[in-house]
């Protein structure tokens, strides 16, 4: 894990859906998950970097389906220059959206990730940061995941606390991987040149 990592730019604020983080069906420890991303988006949002709130659109029947109880984000949204939401259909945040555009046009190069699922949405966007040339941080205790069933003959259940650190370890060396979201650290964005 590393310490004392640079400011980043933007903040990448995965999935926080009420089907995931609230009620019978929330994520284990979800609470404290919630008082650990609370405090990084405000602190994002004072620092003047870019907030950026990923929406999954889930298949018919599914408990983040548009429309159902489950599919609004849970944290309060700013919608401004420098906070937007962006809705996906598929994990990676930046697959069939305007995610990259948005942020190189704000003139970000590095950023946070935080939200759920660790090995699906969460990995999946922060790999295609890194991929696209972002620097990349992502806080141990800002994300998280269910446990994984157990697969008789195969293995025993996962617990949850296990896949997110096996997500994270999947990432290879490139991420910035940080013990606490509160060591996190932002800035605004550098300005974009005018192009003549």
Partial sequence: MTRNVPPVEALIVVDVQSAFVA???????ADELLARIRP???????AGAFVVHLQNDGEPGTSDEPGTPGWPLHL????GPRE??????????????????LLRSAGVGSLAVCGVMSEMCVMATARA??????????PHDAHAT????????????VPAAMASRVAEWALGDEVEIVAR??????????????LG
């Fill in 23 to 29: 009620g019978g069906e929330a994520v284990p420890a």
């Fill in 40 to 46: 990084l988006v405000e602190r994002a949002r004072a």
């Fill in 76 to 79: 309060p949204v700013v919608p």
């Fill in 84 to 101: 937007v939401v962006r809705r996906k259909t598929v994990d990676d945040g930046f697959e069939e959206t305007d995610l990259e555009e």
């Fill in 129 to 138: 940061a890194l991929e696209r040339g972002f620097r990349t941080v992502l």
């Fill in 146 to 157: 269910y446990d994984i069933p157990a697969a008789p003959g195969i293995a025993d259940e």
């Fill in 181 to 194: 979201a509160a060591d996190v650290l932002f800035v605004a964005p550098r300005a974009v040149p005018a």
